[in-house]
């Protein structure tokens, strides 16, 4: 099967390949246009034949109404002598009519036109029963309406309930013939319509065939062109003469072809030097330095970042040998593999990092790259690219070390709750109760530490990726309570009290409740943390001074956190932010991760304010920030995304200014 199919598509093939362009283009033009004109024609008739049967549904459907309306009435009383004279007048009175059947709720027929009752209940079938639809409804006041194919030709069967009162009395059937004049129309335009179809696609054919005999000289003419310019022969022209139709613009655009590429010897070095200005432009735009210098070691480009790098004259590329203008660190480095690749004896791209300490200290990174001519064989310069990656190298750096910081971190834990299992495991039967419990105790205690530490580390991680937080109006009572029911206990027990002083009639502010939620709660956690029994930590909230001495002014609200703890010494309050650093390292204790306050110190900048404190060894300490109050928006015209109650990120004013800072309250 597979073979016959191969023979009968290659026969094909070899048939369709003995037929000249012009057959071709003839019976590709006959094929598409027969198609298009196939599917107009049909999209026309059946459009016709819609519309018919849409009028005749519609007169059969408003006919039955009519009808049901007028014999509902004489069913329900059972007047079927006058029933039968009122639907012998209708069914003469509208010739559209073919058939008229009653039936009763059981389906079973008492009356109908051209079947009178006499002849139902005398045939040898006591009664006739009435095959109603699928789809027919009894509930429905609407009639039903379909239409189907008979011998005698299209009828639209209606089928209407026959309602009194809400009364189903049974259904009424009318057969609708279709509207002849309607008939005779849609025979019309389809008669019509096939006829321009069939003389549209005989003068599309006509057409064809001219225009196959018209082209098919002409496009031998320009292959003919076509190979003598591919051959170099740029004095081809071809001279047929042709009027302003598509393929006279293409015989005279192929000589304008022809005459430029002639010119093109006598443009091409004027051309190039454009090339190389527009070059030399997207070059000096490069954020990246760039330097170009060619065999002899000597400097043909350099960029204005190249020229910065190095302390150039940015307006031209020094003269002589580019060893001679290069840094020292640079020169040491560069000196042989320049000379190296000035020889071709490394085509390869090389890399440096280099440490400059003049005019500057930065880190740059040099790549090294041989500029070949089209064989690959020869040298023709050597294309330097330098980049600054002085900040790539403290961030490295920076990663390097909090890598280093979160092993170490993570280590001790680990290492406690391993011992401890370990003990558990293999000495366990030796241990008494009590040191088995407090063995337990110690891992659970350290395994609380470790999930600490990796959920400081995740919520740090989260403030500082560019993640959009939503920033509504909030009212600070709420965080501030929740912070204290949360501590209350903690405060019992360690023998602290936990005080709230929050003026009256504050305004809502602007921040994130679940971010401020985390600032109070690692502020009176710490507080409680190093205060001793009978201190106190307090949360304040109060209008700042700015905002009083300037009511005119929106302002701001001012949040402190005092402790009476043992406070923060001056050496330690610059670094108190950085990630890692614990102050309990001075009086040697192991709680905490070191990422409290550098998570509270993102939170508070992603509120476009600043976290201060004023500390006091001995005596305590207090963190105070500000709030920005929130300014109630203008009436803005209603768009489809409000009405959800939240203010997208877009609505949040990222400028908002810090306040400027003042000294908190005394120190409790």
Known sequence: MVELFQKIRTL???????????????????????????????????????????????????LGLLL????????????????????RRFMDSTSSIRYMLYANPDGYIF???????????????????????????????????????????????????????????????????????????????????IAVFVCIWVMVILGAVFNALTITQPIKELLTGVKNIAAGNFKQRIDLSRGGDELGELIQSFNYMAERLERYEEQNIEELTAEKAKLERLVSTIADGAILIDASLEVVLANT?????????????????????????????????LYQAAKGDSSESQEFRIGLTEPTNRTIRVLLNSVLDQSGETVKGIALTVQDITREVALNAAKSQFISNISHELRTPLFNIKSFIETLYEYGDDLSERERQEFLETANNETDRLTRLVNDVLDLSRLESNRRYQFTSLDIHQPIEQTLRTYQLNAKDKGIELIQEIEDGLPPVLGNYDLLLQVFGNLVGNGLKFSTVGGC??????????????????????????????????????????????????????????????????????????????????????????????????????????????????????NEPVATPVTPTELT
Do not use: C
């Open 537 to 654: 930590v307090a949360i304040r909230a109060y209008r700042s001074p700015m905002s009083v001495e300037h009511p005119d002014l929106l302002g701001n609200v001012r949040i402190e956190i005092s402790d009476t703890g043992i406070g923060i010494a001056a050496e330690d309050q610059d670094a108190i932010f950085d990630r890692f650093y614990r102050v309990e390292n001075r009086v040697h204790t192991l709680e905490g991760t070191g990422l409290g306050l550098s998570i509270v110190k993102n939170i508070i900048d992603k509120h476009n304010s600043q976290m201060l404190l004023v500390s006091e060894v001995g005596i305590g300490t207090t963190f105070w920030f500000d709030l920005t109050i929130y300014e109630q928006p203008v009436a803005k015209p209603v768009q489809e995304n409000q009405g959800s109650g939240q203010t997208s990120d877009s609505d949040v004013d990222t």
């Open 12 to 62: 094909i093939a070899d048939w369709w390949k003995d037929f000249t362009l012009q057959t071709r283009l003839m019976a590709a033009a006959t094929l598409v246009v027969s198609l298009i004109m196939s599917s107009l024609t049909f999209w026309a008739v059946n459009t016709i034949q819609l519309d018919a049967r849409l009028n005749d549904t519609r007169f059969g459907r408003d």
């Open 111 to 193: 009356f109908g036109i051209p079947y009178a009752d006499t002849a139902v209940q005398n045939s040898l079938t006591l009664s006739r029963r009435m095959q109603l639809p699928e789809n027919y409804v009894k509930s429905v006041d609407l009639p039903m309406v379909r239409q189907h194919l008979t011998p005698a030709g299209e009828v639209t069967d209606v089928f209407v309930p026959l309602k009194s009162k809400d009364n189903y009395l049974g259904v009424l059937a009318l057969g609708i013939n279709p509207n002849p004049t309607v008939v005779a129309s849609s025979h019309l335009t389809r008669d019509v319509t």
């Open 305 to 337: 970042a190249a020229s910065r790098i190095f302390g150039w004259d940015s307006k031209l590329p020094p003269e002589g040998n580019v060893l001679q203008h290069l840094p020292g660190q640079v020169r040491v480095q560069m000196t042989r593999p």
């Open 68 to 87: 049901a309306s007028n014999t509902a009435p004489l069913v329900e009383a059972d007047q079927l002598e006058d029933l039968a004279i009122f639907s």
